[in-house]
């Protein structure tokens, strides 16, 4: 790829780089923005650019500066000096500002750097921060040049995923993550020494510093961006993350079947919460009960996550144990689940079309209200009323 290509990018943004320009600051943009045009230009399958851009300022002498320069174009927000970032939401664009700038890790954890911005700091030192050389590209506005002094415009060439510094790459235990969700998004194929790194952090146990809310977000962007999640989960199990997720530690049977039913889910039916839900459900549907619970605990508190599959879990058992007497469907567990969300889940599974028609009239419809309607006095023993009516209508649809 030759360095003199021109990258588009949204029009709007060319009066704020005027501006810039005529106070001495060279913009730069850098990160996935950067990456995915590249991406596009050698897929078949054409991806709209991300509407969050990230621009690095070269010769800015204060984030007030920046700040000041800005304001005209949209309410700014600095979201931590000492990440050294401005956010600027312009129309339907979030674009965030910062300084060239280069990290030390100075305790555990993701969030464990002293930031140091520089004003006059050179491209590569910059770049070298990076985790990986697809993410290291930049591209000079004013020049209309392409910035690549780690080569990944030949790494996204060859669909090859490499770390910019082996020695700073561990600093993060977020990047073993990271490198979970590329691989399986861009079907690129990590390194040896890729390898070898993300493996030696998970014997290492350094997945062990990072909140969970961060390693729900690269679980989040695997399950709703990849095509075929299961290559990120593969690669999980290839490097020991499994230390960490020991959850995971399932025979290899339940493990393909977990594998082959989430690359099944069609994510064009729901939104990413219902999308997400399903493929956690798929991915720890033949787990225990125990494990099920510590795996979704590393990654959120919601409790309702852990309610919501509990009740797709419990129709699993019934399905399963279809003819068996005493199977039965408990009222208040499936009273206020998702009908659209249960069926996308069970077809994921490969379950047949008959099986799901009846599925489609499993959610109770018979309540508390209607018992009051006829005359009913409200009493404890409600619930018992509503759970025999319920087990009278099921075995009507499924015995």
């Not at 021109?6 to 913009?27: A, E, M, T």
């Not at 621009?55 to 800015?60: C, P």
């Not at 920046?66 to 949209?74: K, M, R, V, W, Y």
């Not at 910035?147 to 082996?166: A, M, R, T, W, Y």
């Amino acid at each position: 790829m030759k360095n003199n290509i021109i990258i588009d990018y949204p029009n709007i943004l060319d009066k704020i780089f005027d501006k810039l320009k005529n106070c001495g600051i060279k913009p730069i943009i850098v990160g996935g923005y950067v990456r995915d045009f590249f991406l596009n230009s050698i897929s078949n399958k054409k991806q709209i650019l991300t509407k969050d851009i990230d621009i690095e300022l070269y010769n800015a002498c204060s984030f007030e500066k920046i700040q000041e320069i800005l304001i005209e174009f949209g309410n700014s927000n600095i979201i931590g000096k000492s990440f050294g970032v401005i956010k600027l939401k312009v129309d339907n664009l979030e674009i965030d500002f910062s300084m060239p700038r280069v990290e030390n890790k100075i305790a555990e954890g993701h969030k464990g750097f002293l930031v140091d911005t520089y004003s006059k700091l050179d491209f590569k030192t910059a770049a070298s921060r990076r985790d990986f050389t697809i993410n290291s590209i930049g591209y000079d506005i004013f020049n209309k040049k392409i910035l690549d002094p780690f080569n990944g415009l030949q790494d996204i060439s060859n669909k090859v995923l490499k770390s910019v510094n082996e020695k700073t790459f561990i600093e993060d235990p977020l990047r073993v993550l990271r490198a979970m969700q590329f691989y399986s998004r861009f079907d690129f194929t990590p390194d040896k020494n890729l390898i070898t790194l993300c493996t030696n952090m998970c014997e290492n146990k350094l997945l062990n510093e990072l909140p969970k809310e961060r390693v729900y977000e690269e679980f989040k962007k695997l399950f709703l961006k990849s095509n075929k999640p299961s290559l990120g989960l593969k690669f999980l199990k290839n490097i020991n993350a499994n230390i960490y997720f020991n959850e995971l530690n399932m025979n290899e049977k339940d493990w393909n079947d977990s594998l082959k039913f989430i690359d099944n889910i069609d994510k064009t039916i729901l939104d990413d919460e219902a999308n997400i839900l399903i493929t956690l459900a798929l991915l720890c549907y033949k787990m225990k009960k125990s494990n099920r619970e510590s795996f979704i605990n590393k990654l959120t508190n919601k409790k309702n996550v852990l309610n919501k599959l509990e009740a797709i879990y419990h129709i699993d058992i019934f399905l399963e144990n279809i003819n068996q007497k005493n199977n039965t469907l408990k009222y208040n567990i499936l009273k206020d689940i998702n009908l659209k969300l249960l069926i996308q889940y069970l077809k994921a599974k490969n379950t047949s079309t008959n099986v799901i028609e009846k599925i489609r009239y499993i959610k109770p419809t018979i309540h508390g209200n209607n018992l009051l309607d006829i005359g009913m006095k409200q009493s404890k023993d409600f619930s018992s009323i509503l759970q025999l009516l319920y087990e009278i209508r099921i075995n009507s649809i499924f015995i």
